[in-house]
């Protein structure tokens, strides 16, 4: 190697020994820097920690907050049928409201407005003729139902009180239903529930038809006893509603009928005599879970009470001047004696059978204004549920004493058997049910009343007295959704002794001189009716 290269090698070893003793020392001193500007950014940061610590905490405060205001809120919901229901949180209050229409179509086509004389048909002297209006129309619409209902309750409806309004026809809206329940059931299943009210529920039978069946109406015997149809009145029961006994459950009920029998609201009556209704009934296997036994219900209904007939007489003269002595009013001739108030004696003192047909209804047996005595109304009956498939079975027996009147005594009796199945819906052949839109429900039902009074000719039936009253239903209805169907139903009415102006009006005889000649009052009659219907229960 020469000088020269000698010389740069040594520099080259020096420049680099330098090198290798700064470098390290540079790097410290970088790494150090950086840690101080990292520090630096960890102080910002801290504050910026501490804030968001904070919002985390307000955050969940707020969410707590919200989450108790939202349990505080009332609840909403909707049942069909049920209708809506608006319920504080804790159950302290709820308030329900529901709505049922009805909306009927009745063809009657052999029916007509019959052209009568009074001379023969009334016995008076007047024989001009004239027609006789007896609403044997078709093709009209006719609300069978309209009616709005309010529930009101307290501590998780341990208080009720029940609100309901007529509008079915007239001008007036009048109570269907005002009640006021205590449940003590709550307290324990063996305590009843106590009821009272202007228009009290009552039990008929829980195997009665229901806004769910087949049939349209209740039974011709039914619909015509010496109490509301549905079993409503004016006072107070106790109730034990399917309390659990073994394998199945048992319903008894008692009532106290305040206001009579059939009088209802405000109603006045001229009479103290007051009257009972009850029910039992039994589901003796609806704990099992067994198809063929768990449906199966039966029971029985009564009702009775002690007929006043004095309180028959007012009623029959009310709103004129009939004055007794003890008072004093200055519309009466005599100071000594007052006029019966406006509206007494609206006893129920009436028995009379009717076809279930509201347009063009037609009465076979009337008796009205029974003397004193007792009525007495007893109903047995079962219904049994297999899956699709339902059968309902009831009688019903009822006698009303009647002294010091022009019947003698009025008896009554009835069978109904009904039959439905659900043929359609949209899970298959025999499925469906009330609750499942798309079901066809198919029923038959067949029921006869009999009715006697104790004198001929008494009870609105010529030169007889006693009727058989018979009705074939055949219905079919189409489910659009839970609570709202459609269908239609035909009628087939029999009669024993039809009164002549009845044959006229259902086309059984065309003319007067047809219907009086022959056995005339006794004359048996048939006519039919097909009706359409949609029915809506919000």
């Keep these: 190697m020469t000088k020269r290269g000698k010389f740069f090698t040594a520099i080259s070893f020096g420049l680099a020994a330098s090198l290798a003793a700064i470098w390290p020392a540079q ?82 086509f052999n029916g007509a407005q019959p052209v009568v004389t009074d001379g023969t048909i009334q016995n008076n002297t007047d024989s001009r003729p ?54 003590f059931e709550q307290l324990n299943p063996y305590f009843p529930e106590l009821r009272m009210g202007m228009e009290v529920g009552g039990s008929n039978g829980y195997w009665r038809s229901s806004s769910s069946d087949a049939t349209t109406e209740l039974g011709l015997l039914q619909s015509s006893g010496i109490v509301s149809s549905t079993g409503r009145h004016r006072g107070i029961g106790l109730v034990w509603n399917r309390v659990p006994v073994g394998s199945g459950d048992v319903t008894l009920e008692t009532h106290y009928v305040a206001g009579d029998l059939g009088v209802s609201d405000n109603d006045t009556t001229d009479s103290d005599k007051k009257g009972f209704i009850g029910f039992f009934g039994v589901r ?32 029959s003269r009310s709103r004129t001047e009939v004055c007794f002595v003890g008072g004093g009013n200055n519309n009466c001739t005599d100071p000594h004696r007052h006029d019966i108030a406006e509206g007494a004696g609206q006893e129920s003192n009436r028995l009379r059978i009717r076809s279930q047909d509201r347009r063009g209804r037609v009465t076979i047996f009337d008796a009205d204004g029974i003397g004193s005595g007792m009525g007495v109304w007893v109903t047995p009956g079962m219904r049994w549920n297999i899956g699709p498939y339902m059968f309902r079975a009831n009688m019903g027996f009822q006698s009303m004493e009647g002294r010091n009147d022009a019947f003698r005594g009025v008896r009554a009796q009835s069978f109904e058997i009904a039959n439905q199945i659900f043929l359609w819906s949209p899970k298959g052949f025999l499925t ?36 058989t009253f018979l009705n074939r239903e055949l219905a079919l209805w ?22 002549v102006r009845t044959q006229m009006a259902v086309g059984c005889k065309k003319n007067e001189v047809e219907a009086t000649a ?21």
């Design 130 to 183: 004239r027609r006789v209006a007896t609403g044997m129309t078709s093709g009209e619409l006719f609300g069978r139902r309209n009616r709005l209902y309010f529930n009101y309750c307290w501590d998780d409806c341990f208080y009720e009180l029940q609100t309901g309004f007529d509008m079915d026809t007239g001008d007036v809206t009048g109570i269907q239903n005002q009640e006021f329940n205590i449940h």
């Design 432 to 467: 469906g049910s009330a609750s499942t839109g798309g079901s066809l429900q198919l029923g038959w039902t067949f029921e006869r009343a009999d009715a006697e009074c104790g004198v001929i000719g008494a009870c609105g039936i010529q030169n007889a007295s006693r009727v």
């Design 478 to 499: 189409y489910f659009i959704r839970e609570r709202l169907r459609v269908g239609t139903w035909w009628n087939w009415f029999d009669s024993s002794n039809t009164p």
């Design 27 to 108: 790097a410290q001193s970088d790494i150090e820097e950086q840690i101080k500007a990292l520090e630096a950014e960890v102080q910002k940061i801290e504050p910026l920690k501490d804030q968001i610590e904070r919002l985390r905490s307000q955050q969940l405060e707020m969410k707590k907050e919200a989450t108790a205001a939202a349990a505080e809120m009332p609840t909403f919901q909707y049942r069909p049928g049920r209708g809506l229901t608006i319920a504080a949180a804790n159950k302290s209050w709820s308030f329900n409201t529901s709505y049922l229409i009805n909306i009927y179509m009745y063809n009657h």
């Design 284 to 315: 003796p296997f609806s704990n099992m879970k067994n198809k063929w036994l768990e449906g199966l219900d039966v029971g029985f209904a009564w009702q009775m009470r002690a007929i006043d007939g004095r309180a028959a007489d007012i009623e």
């Design 518 to 538: 022959g056995k005339g009052g006794g004359r048996g009659c048939d006519w039919h009716s097909l009706n359409l219907g949609i029915q809506m229960q919000w």
